[in-house]
C-alpha cells in the first residue's frame, strides 16, 4: 500500500535561514512525488514534481527537493526563508503502477512558520 | 492565475438542504477530476474519482448516494451533497488532472476549496 509520512506537524526557522521540512513514501513500484503548499482557506498550489532523472528538483517561489531513493525520502528545501513562506506544506505520492485512476495519497501536512 | 476554479466559495445552508459545488478547469482538459474533503488542521481525503462521461469511484466509506458527482464535461465536474447535516460541515476540495500547455505533464491542479457550513 502506499503512504506518505512527514514527521513534523511544524517547522519553525528564521526568516533568511535554510528550511527544510521532511517527507518519506513507500509505494511498491517506482514513486511520483510531489510538493504542494496551501494557505488559509485555500486549495493547494503545486511546487514541484519528481517522476524520473536528476534527483534534484527545482520548483517554484525558490524551493527544490531532493529524491533519495535509498532513504525512501523527498525532502523539501529552501536555501534562504521568507515570511511569506509561512503555509501548509504537503507532501503526495503517487505509484503509477498501481492502476486505476493512481490516485495521489497525501502526507498529513506540516506547517512552517518562519519568523522575522 | 488559477488553473481550477470552484464556485462557491463559501456557502451556509441549512439542514436538509442540498449544495452543488462546481468545478471547472480552465485552459486545459483534465483527463480525471478529483473531490477532497479537508477537516480543520487535517490533511486531504480523497472523497472519489471520476472520468467524463464515466461513474465516478468512490472511495470506501464515502456514501455515493450523499455526494452526487457529476463530470459532465472535460472541463467540468460538480459535487452535489444531499440533505446536508452539519457534520457535513468541511472544506471541499477539487482537483483536475490534465496538461497546461507549457506546463509540466500529468500533474494534478487544485481549485481554492468551499468552505461548506450547515446549520
Known amino acids: 500500500a502506499q503512504s506518505v509520512a512527514q514527521p513534523e506537524d511544524q517547522v519553525n526557522v528564521a526568516e533568511g535561514n535554510p528550511l527544510t521540512v521532511k517527507c518519506t513514501y513507500s509505494v511498491s513500484g517506482n514513486p511520483y512525488l510531489f510538493w504542494y503548499v496551501q494557505y488559509p482557506n485555500r486549495g493547494l498550489q503545486f511546487l514541484l514534481k519528481?517522476?524520473?532523472?536528476?534527483?534534484l528538483v527545482k520548483g517554484s517561489y525558490g524551493f527544490e527537493a531532493e529524491f533519495n531513493k535509498s532513504q525512501t525520502s523527498f525532502h523539501l528545501k529552501k536555501p534562504s526563508a521568507l515570511v511569506s513562506d509561512s503555509a501548509l506544506y504537503f507532501c503526495a505520492v503517487r505509484d503509477p503502477s498501481s492502476g486505476g485512476y493512481n490516485k495521489l495519497i497525501f502526507g498529513a501536512g506540516t506547517r512552517l512558520a518562519v519568523h522575522p | 492565475g488559477a488553473v481550477v476554479s470552484q464556485h462557491p466559495s463559501r456557502v451556509i445552508c441549512k439542514s436538509g438542504t442540498s449544495v452543488k459545488i462546481e468545478c471547472r478547469s480552465l485552459?486545459?482538459?483534465?483527463?480525471?477530476m478529483f473531490w477532497y474533503r479537508q477537516f480543520p488542521k487535517q490533511s486531504l481525503m480523497l472523497m472519489a474519482t471520476?472520468?467524463?462521461?464515466?461513474?465516478?469511484?468512490?472511495e470506501q466509506g464515502v456514501e455515493k448516494d450523499k455526494f452526487l458527482i457529476n463530470h459532465a464535461s472535460l472541463t467540468l465536474s460538480t459535487l452535489t451533497v444531499t440533505s446536508a447535516h452539519p457534520e457535513d460541515s468541511s472544506f471541499y476540495i477539487c482537483s483536475a488532472r490534465g496538461r497546461l500547455a507549457g506546463g509540466p505533464t500529468d500533474t494534478q491542479y487544485f481549485g481554492p476549496g468551499t468552505r461548506l457550513t450547515v446549520l
Open positions: 519528481y517522476i524520473t532523472g536528476d534527483n
Open positions: 485552459d486545459f482538459q483534465a483527463t480525471t
Open positions: 471520476s472520468n467524463e462521461g464515466s461513474k465516478a469511484t468512490y
